[in-house]
């Protein structure tokens, strides 16, 4: 079954099919390293978009530790005023 000519056709229509391969493998190197430069420039991408969201995420950190704190200072400010309007006035004239 091996040495029949069939057997002997199927097996160089392979030989032939991985040459071809080969051939354009190799006709279309400039393909190949095109697409490794794009990876390395994708690569290169994602970590600058790493970083900058990471930035993002920090600078959200502090305007919500700093919101925190005006939200304090804004509620000490009305409990003053609030001490004011219940027994200590003041003349407007001598501000």
């Excluded at 190949?32 to 994602?46: A, M, N, P, T, Y």
């Excluded at 704190?69 to 609030?82: C, T, Y």
């Amino acid at each position: 079954v091996l040495k029949s000519q069939k057997a002997i056709g199927v097996t160089l229509a392979i030989m032939r099919t991985f040459t071809k391969i080969r051939r354009y493998a190799i006709s279309h190197n400039e393909l190949v390293g095109q697409i490794q430069e794009l990876r390395q420039e994708l690569v290169q991408s994602k970590a600058w978009t790493k970083d900058r969201l990471s930035a993002v995420a920090d600078t959200i950190i502090i305007l919500e530790e700093s919101l925190s704190e005006l939200q304090e200072v804004v509620l000490d400010i009305k409990g003053a005023e609030e001490v004011e309007k219940i027994g200590f006035l003041r003349d407007k004239n001598k501000i």
